[in-house]
């Protein structure tokens, strides 16, 4: 691997870095679970900022081992009752909700193409508007989770939490579908009514989609964005000292190995596949939805 071509380290730096950046920025319940249960030292929830800025992390083994003046938990028992009470709410709010309008609707007729152009104009708006949040949801949080998943998700200090990934990501994935359907359904069904009432059900599905991130307290939200940092540099920080068999020219740049742009490469294309595939499906879901209207 010693020949791996330095266009290939660059790319695969700045795709890493930009999925590190999103990562960063995006807070949702599931990764406030994820980010609960890394083992964090008490540098970290110091309140003097020179000290935590270092993000100290220990060990399993240091942590169970060392002075309890010096062990601080990330999260206590009445914080984990509430973070699993309200990602059981995100799983109801994004999966079952929609599920149980689409399995339970009952429609006359599945394409009664009834309404007026104006009433099929505004459809159309609500629902192109709908597929660019889908798109941007996809491009925001999902890539955030996945790039957890995938780099991070493997680390010592991550734990039980990794779980929440997976849930995160195969709720909103599920979210997206049944809130499509369901706002298919409920346009066909009151399409005739007036505009208030498709401006509110389209409210409503897009509040399906974005619930996990709705719950979470700007407090929360704030702890989980630094505990993810916090995560990235300790793995940049690890990438770095073990340079043997990558490349790692240049201070403060991280290791590339062959493990690394392989991963790289399957989450670049798997984005790509994806997003491309909710635009495609988006546009002839709005283009059908406004027909049949």
């Known amino acids: 691997w010693e020949e791996m071509d330095q266009a290939t380290v660059n790319k695969t730096r700045d795709s890493i870095r930009l999925w590190a950046g999103t990562a960063k920025a ?3 319940i599931y990764t406030f679970g994820f980010v609960s249960f890394l083992r964090l030292s008490e540098d970290y929830n110091s309140p003097d900022e020179s000290t935590k800025k270092s993000y100290d992390f220990v060990s399993a083994e240091d942590y169970n081992s060392s002075d309890e003046s010096k062990k601080k938990k990330s999260y206590d028992f009445v914080s ?14 994004q999966t079952v909700i929609p599920v149980a309008i689409v399995v339970t609707m009952d ?11 104006l009433t099929k104009f505004i459809g159309l708006v609500l629902c192109l508007y709908f597929v660019v949040l889908t798109v941007s949801m996809c491009s925001g949080k999902l890539r955030a989770m996945g790039f957890l998943r995938l780099f991070c998700a493997g680390h010592a200090d991550v734990g039980f939490g990794r779980l929440f990934l997976n849930l995160g990501i195969l709720s909103n994935v599920l979210s997206m579908g049944a809130a499509g359907a369901a706002q298919y359904l409920l346009f066909i069904r009151n399409a005739e ?31 989980t964005k630094a505990r993810v940092a916090a995560l990235l540099d300790k793995t940049n920080d690890e990438l770095k000292k073990d340079c043997e068999g990558g490349e790692g020219d240049g201070e403060g740049e991280f290791m590339v190995d062959e493990a690394i742009v392989k991963k790289a490469r399957f989450f670049d294309v798997a984005e790509s596949t994806f997003l491309a595939s909710i635009g495609v499906v988006g546009i002839a879901w709005a283009a059908l939805l406004t027909y049949c209207m």
């Open 26 to 28: 995006s807070s949702t």
């Open 80 to 93: 984990m009752i509430l973070l699993f009470l309200l990602t059981f709410v995100a799983l109801v709010i």
């Open 107 to 117: 429609l006359p007729s599945a394409c009664p193409n009834a309404v007026d152009p």
């Open 193 to 223: 009514k007036d505009y208030v009432l498709l401006l509110l059900q389209s409210l409503a599905m897009q509040f399906v989609l974005t619930a996990d991130e709705k719950l979470l307290s700007s407090a929360w939200s704030a702890s």
